[in-house]
Each structure stands twice: as structure tokens, then as C-alpha cells.
């Protein structure tokens, strides 16, 4: 079965760096589009960026555009979000989800990241 | 990139049909057939209900359905279950190229 698991959140001071990866199986990776959304505690879900299948188109949110970047790795069934000039704002569990452009059918259970002094 | 405007909190009761109304412009919502519905219970990851407007994933039940009508999509639940009760949130896709979520309604089955 498909199945999506994040890592690397921690808790990070403003300013700071971190890279989030998700493993995917259970599908051909190379296939889909691959998708990062995350929801702030207590709050809604904010779409933050895709990446093609070959990892030739990438879009991002403007709220993230220019800190966040979004790669893959197909040999590896891996996907990456590389997070820098972190702020308190970007506190939230960071999903990665599978699927088409404009919608995701698979999803992982999230990564918690905190921005904190 | 504005959130698309969703009613904050929808209810019915066991076996009624409720509605959830997404809004957005011509340049998410009204200009593209790319809008999509998910569930959420709490403590847990979303779940694709509806995509493409109106089409259902395998395995999602048929009392799940969606429409549009201009810079509104909707979703209908029928037949209300106890189970239904979660957070719901639409997405559209724009014409900046990136995807918008609502702001999400919370459903209470009464």
C-alpha cells in the first residue's frame, strides 16, 4: 500500500535551517507529482509548494518563495524541503502528499516543526 | 494568493444533507475545473473525498459528491453519519500556477 513518511522537524531558532525528507512506497514515485502543505497548530491547511514528476516544474507559495525549496530524488523515492530563514510563522506539521497538480490523494501522517528562540 | 472563504461551521442531523460552499474568484475557482475536498478528524491526516470538481476517489462513499457554479463549488454530504463529523477543506488550483486551500468548515453531526 502507499505510504508516506516524514522526518526532520525539530524545533529550530528564527533564523535557522532545516531539511524535511519524506520516503514514499508503494507506488512509482517517479510517476507523480509530489506536493509539501502544512497546518499551523490549531489551524488550517496552507499549500506550500509542488514538484513535478521529474522534478523539472517546481511552485511555490509566496509566503515561502525564495526560503523554502522543494527537490526530489526518484532513485531514492525521496522528496525534500529545504527550509531556511526560518520564522515563528512557519510552526506547523508539515505534510508531504502525492497525487496530480491540483490534487492529493495520499498523504502522509506530518512532521512537526517548530520556530522558536 | 487569498484562502478560498468556506463557512466556518456547517450541522445537521443524522440522515439530512448538508452543503459546504467554497468561494473564490475567476482566477482559482470559477476559471479552472481543478477543485478539490478534504476531510480531516482530528489527530489526523486529511483525506481526498473529491477532485476535479465532482469525481470520487475508489472507496469514497457515494454520499460524497461536489459541483460548481461560477466562483462558487460546493459539497453535498447526504445521508449525514455520525462518522461524517470533521473538519472539511476545499483547494482549487490558480492561475499563478500554485493551489489555495479554504480556510476550512468544521461539520457537527448533531
Known amino acids: 500500500q502507499v505510504l508516506l513518511v516524514e522526518s526532520g522537524g525539530d524545533l529550530v531558532k528564527p533564523g535557522g535551517s532545516l531539511r524535511l525528507s519524506c520516503a514514499a512506497s508503494?507506488?512509482?514515485?517517479?510517476?507523480?507529482?509530489m506536493t509539501w502543505i502544512r497546518q499551523a497548530p490549531g489551524k488550517g491547511l496552507e499549500w506550500i509548494s509542488y514538484?513535478?514528476?521529474?522534478?523539472?516544474?517546481?511552485s511555490y507559495a509566496d509566503s515561502v518563495r525564495g526560503r523554502f525549496t522543494t527537490s526530489r530524488d526518484n532513485a531514492k523515492d525521496s522528496l525534500y524541503l529545504q527550509m531556511n530563514s526560518l520564522r515563528a510563522e512557519d510552526t506547523a506539521v508539515y505534510y508531504c502528499?502525492?497525487?496530480?497538480?491540483?490534487?492529493?490523494?495520499?498523504w502522509g501522517q506530518g512532521t512537526l516543526v517548530t520556530v522558536s528562540s | 494568493q487569498s484562502a478560498l472563504t468556506q463557512p466556518a461551521s456547517v450541522s445537521g442531523s443524522p440522515g439530512q444533507s448538508i452543503t459546504i460552499s467554497c468561494t473564490g474568484t475567476?482566477?482559482?475557482?470559477?476559471?479552472?475545473?481543478?477543485v478539490s475536498w478534504y476531510q480531516q478528524h482530528p489527530g489526523q491526516a486529511p483525506k481526498l473525498m473529491i477532485y476535479?470538481?465532482?469525481d470520487r476517489p475508489s472507496g469514497v462513499s457515494n454520499r460524497f459528491s461536489g459541483s460548481k457554479s461560477g466562483n462558487t463549488a460546493s459539497l453535498t454530504i447526504s445521508g449525514l453519519q455520525a462518522e461524517d463529523e470533521a473538519d472539511y477543506y476545499c483547494?482549487?488550483?490558480?492561475?499563478?500556477?500554485?493551489?489555495?486551500f479554504g480556510g476550512g468548515t468544521k461539520l457537527t453531526v448533531l
Open positions: 502528499a502525492s497525487g496530480s497538480r491540483d490534487y492529493f490523494d495520499y
Open positions: 483547494s482549487s488550483y490558480t492561475s499563478s500556477r500554485t493551489l489555495v
Open positions: 508503494g507506488f512509482t514515485f517517479s510517476d507523480y507529482y
Open positions: 475567476s482566477s482559482d475557482v470559477g476559471g479552472y475545473n481543478y
Open positions: 476535479d470538481v465532482s
Open positions: 514538484i513535478e514528476s521529474n522534478g523539472d516544474t517546481k
